[in-house]
């Protein structure tokens, strides 16, 4: 599975980003999407995920700014980011988790990185 971010940007305190995750190689074999992201200093976490099997899953700092979709024809993912605040800064990564065996080990698969700056 290959992964592409684009998308990201310098945006304004307040400002909207969508950033776009294009998925190849085999698609079919994959369980579940997800943004992650990374600040300077920080570890990597969770954004939002999402799976064919359950709602989407977003972490505190995001709900109700940040939503996740995706569109199979495309075979996109997206993430619109509203609202957006200098705290957001960081590198999105796109990940997806294939090949899930019963016990729930999966290949996972990472995008490049796509930088968001939020900044005046």
């Known amino acids: 599975v290959q992964l592409v971010e684009s998308g990201g940007g310098l945006v304004q305190p307040g400002g909207s980003l969508t950033l776009s995750c294009a998925a190849a190689?085999?698609?079919?074999?994959?369980?579940?999407m997800g943004w992650y992201r990374q600040a300077p200093g920080k570890e990597r976490e969770k954004v939002a995920l999402?799976?064919?099997?359950?709602?989407?899953d977003y972490t505190d700092s995001v709900k109700g700014r940040f939503t996740i979709s995706r569109d199979d024809a495309k075979n996109t993912m997206y993430l619109q980011m509203n609202s957006l605040k200098p705290e957001d800064t960081a590198i999105y990564y796109c990940?997806?988790?294939?090949?899930?065996?019963?016990?729930?080990?999966?290949?996972?698969?990472w995008g490049q990185g796509t930088q968001v700056t939020v900044s005046n």
């Open positions: 990940n997806a988790r294939a090949d899930c065996s019963a016990y729930g080990a999966c290949d996972d698969y």
């Open positions: 999402m799976s064919s099997v359950s709602m989407p």
């Open positions: 190689g085999s698609i079919s074999s994959i369980n579940a």
